[in-house]
């Protein structure tokens, strides 16, 4: 059987996937069947296809998005983190844990982390390329730190922001922020209380969550219940 060499495009797709560059397949279906050109994510149409994460047939193409792996930046060494850490690890996220205080900045605290960072928030997100690949913890409990991190990335257009606090922790959060100049547009990207309402007691609870409020905004779910489903919908 003879095997068809790969062309230039499928060069340039492995060479994107060692860089981990979000791009985007296009194989032609009508004219020229078979023909494909990479198109990166800066081009028009790339970016939303990327962050659906689902392939889709096009005006005779078929698209193929190959986004970066999933990165999550948790900000806050607490105790919720680190169940957050191992369960996101296992789920196949890249997890970064970002404290300025040093006791919470352990790596022997997070062995499945990528990388544990001793360093201020806001100065780690300020030079980070947020994309929908990228996903925001927010665990530090604390104006000094939540205020800035979260003003840091509504900067970018991470996939996910979360903050944890109550209720009335958040509204004191928002007026600080709006007081701050940041808009109410901006604020509503902001999810807190974070996480999915499991009735979590436990910091693994939480952590848990927290990962299915990612893993339900990741795939443009509510996180409801599957048997409230319609037919139609769970098919």
Known sequence: MLVEPLGQPHHDLIRALDEERPVVLKTALDERPGARELIPATDAGAESLLR??????????????????????????????????????????????????????????????REVIHAWPDE????????????????????????????????GRPRYIGAIGSRKTHRERV??????????AELVRVRAPIGLDLGAQTAEETALAILSEMVAVRHGKMGGPMASTTPAAAA
């Open 52 to 113: 659906r994460e689902t392939p889709e047939r096009r005006e005779g193409w078929f698209l193929e998005p190959f986004p970066r792996p999933p990165e999550l930046f948790i900000f806050g060494g607490s105790h919720v983190a680190i169940p957050l850490t191992r369960l996101a690890h296992e789920l196949g996220f890249r997890v970064s844990v970002v404290d300025a205080r040093s006791k919470f900045a352990g790596p022997e605290r997070f062995p499945q982390a």
């Open 124 to 155: 780690v997100l300020k030079d980070l390329a947020m994309d929908s690949s990228t996903y925001v913890v927010i665990l530090t409990h604390d104006p000094k730190f939540d205020d800035p991190t979260i003003q840091a990335a509504l900067k």
């Open 175 to 184: 007026a600080r922020l709006t007081a701050a100049g940041v808009s109410e």
